[in-house]
């Protein structure tokens, strides 16, 4: 069973940074790709970037130039730095991993605000 848990998230200021970090534990084979979604209240979750097990990044055009996700393999973990923040990027973000099946953490809230 793999789990997912995330942590970095919290309040900051419009202009500031964060990191959100996912560490994955369990027994995981046939990884696709791993990702960060958001979903803010009343919204639907959304991508905001993702990596797949040959390295390829996607971002959502609305973190672009913002965002960077990343991953340590070795440490089974994925990273999101996230600059630049405003307050539309308010939301809870989870951290996903593809392999058989959709795998989710339960989340970190991001709020921005002053």
């Known amino acids: 069973q793999v789990q997912l848990v995330e942590s970095g998230g919290g309040l900051v200021q419009p202009g500031g940074s964060l990191r959100l970090s996912c560490a994955a534990s369990?027994?995981?084979?046939?990884?696709?790709?791993m990702g960060w979604y958001r979903q803010a209240p009343g919204k639907q979750r959304e991508l905001v970037a993702s990596i797949t097990s040959g390295g390829r990044m996607n971002y959502a055009d609305s973190v672009k130039g913002r965002f960077t996700i990343s991953r340590d393999s070795a440490k089974k973990a994925l990273y999101l730095q996230m600059n630049s923040l405003k307050p539309e990027d308010t939301a809870v973000y989870y951290c996903?991993?593809?392999?058989?099946?959709?795998?989710w953490g339960q989340g970190t809230q991001v709020t921005v605000s002053s």
């Open positions: 996903h991993l593809a392999t058989t099946v959709d795998n």
């Open positions: 369990g027994t995981i084979f046939s990884i696709q790709g």
